[in-house]
């Protein structure tokens, strides 16, 4: 019903910063929490942010946490990435994603039903 877009990534060097953004159409985007994840490969899917339908509330792993933040804004319908202090171990094609059914439990990969295509970060050493 949602469709997501991720854009932002690229290739930055250690300590350097990126901002990601998901563009959102279709549904209302007001309705879902949003939620950023990463995959690197031969690896599962790991949480990365998340952050209520109407803003405010945030979370976030102990990996991110202090360099990530996670931002939204309903009226343009957009989720934003804010990632700084970059380490090569955050290397991975990012996702956002969307969750609208029951309680938010923010980390849990599997209440998320609508997916961006990824967009590939890379932080070279």
């Known amino acids: 019903q949602v469709q997501l877009v991720e854009s932002g990534g690229g290739l930055v060097q250690a300590g350097g910063s990126l901002s990601l953004s998901c563009a959102a159409s279709?549904?209302?985007?007001?309705?879902?929490?949003m939620g950023w994840f990463r995959q690197a490969p031969g690896k599962d899917r790991e949480f990365v942010a998340a952050?209520?339908?109407?803003?405010?509330?945030?979370s976030y792993p102990d990996s991110v946490k202090g360099r990530f933040t996670i931002s939204r804004d309903n009226a343009k319908n957009t989720l934003y990435l804010q990632m700084n202090s970059l380490k090569p171990e955050d290397t991975a094609v990012y996702y956002c994603?969307?969750?609208?059914?029951?309680?938010?439990?923010?980390?849990?990969?599997?209440?998320?039903?609508?997916w961006g295509q990824g967009t590939q970060v890379t932080v070279s050493s």
């Open positions: 994603a969307a969750q609208s059914t029951g309680r938010w439990i923010p980390s849990r990969v599997t209440l998320y039903a609508y």
């Open positions: 279709g549904g209302t985007f007001s309705s879902y929490a």
């Open positions: 952050i209520a339908r109407t803003g405010g509330t945030t």
